[in-house]
């Protein structure tokens, strides 16, 4: 049997003390999600990143940090009719006055700007890879909203210049200036 696969991040979000039965009913709604869905989960698995500073980051001496994370790997057969895939992940509040964009169709608990930028940044940049235009558009507008915080995923973003979806090179192209001209004005 032929299978397409969707790889999901996944983050637990804890709002004090972890627990860890807690991120599990936070893991069991997503995969429940997508079961719904029509996917089946296939396995937890991790990804390790290694992010490099930018080039601002960098001069004043800042090191490579490496980070982890979660990735939830489902499958479906490929003649399977699958229903339109939540917009799931991890998405950091921003300041471009749309609100909606953190919780429409999203199943997954959002962490906020207080997150460690490095893990934030890591993350955004891995779902510019989504297969759901929704999520990569999402990702691109959270990198811009971060600013100078977001130097480090600009190649990242100028390849969604060229996207099949035009509302994605859209707001990578505004993620893009809005990155460098603030990179621009802390150089100055």
Known sequence: MAYQYLVVPFIGQSTG???????AKQMERVIGDHA??????YQLSDVNIEVRP??????????VQYVRFDQLIFRADRSATILSVPATGVFVSGKTGDPDRLTQGSSAPHPT?????VML?????????SQDWRVRERSA???GDLGALAAIALQDLEMLRTDPDQSVRSRAAWAVETIGKEVKRQRS
Do not use: H, M, N
Request: contains cysteine; proline residues 5%; aromatic residues 8%.
């Open 17 to 23: 003390k972890v627990s860890a039965s807690e991120v």
């Open 54 to 63: 930018g080039c601002l980051a960098g001069i004043f001496g800042a090191p």
């Open 113 to 117: 700007s207080e997150q460690d930028p």
């Open 121 to 129: 940044v890591a993350s955004l940049r891995a779902q510019l890879r």
């Open 36 to 41: 719904a869905r029509g996917w089946e989960f």
């Open 141 to 143: 507008s959270s990198l």
